[in-house]
């Protein structure tokens, strides 16, 4: 299993980013995929989640509802992170994680490297 972010960087407040995430060695079609982000003195946190299914069922943390979106690619086997309105507080490493969906997103051990987000003027 093979999960890369990229598409990090330094963007002022109110900016857009978007994050990808390119995964291999696995059926990417058969999971459910995450993106998780852990800031400096943090523990890590979930953020978004998207289903497997075909109705793309999403999950995401109260603090980015109405700012991020999570989409997938199954034909590419890329998931990604729209993220609007930035604020200071989404400064973070961003995740990409592999998991499976019960009544809600589980995570998995699986994990990329990170892509750094950083929101400052």
């Known amino acids: 299993v093979q999960l890369v972010e990229s598409g990090g960087g330094l963007v002022q407040p109110g900016g857009s980013l978007r994050l990808s995430c390119a995964a291999s060695?696995?059926?990417?079609?058969?999971?459910?995929m995450g993106w998780f982000r852990q800031a400096p003195g943090k523990e890590r946190e979930f953020v978004a989640a998207i289903t497997n299914w075909s109705s793309g069922r999403t999950s995401y943390v109260n603090s980015v509802k109405g700012r991020f979106t999570i989409s997938r690619d199954n034909a590419e086997n890329m998931v990604y992170l729209e993220m609007n309105s930035l604020k200071p507080e989404d400064t973070a490493v961003y995740y990409c994680?592999?998991?499976?969906?019960?009544?809600?997103?589980?995570?998995?051990?699986?994990w990329g490297q990170g892509t750094q987000v950083t929101v400052s003027s």
């Open positions: 060695g696995f059926t990417f079609s058969s999971y459910a």
């Open positions: 994680n592999r998991g499976s969906w019960g009544l809600s997103y589980s995570s998995s051990g699986y």
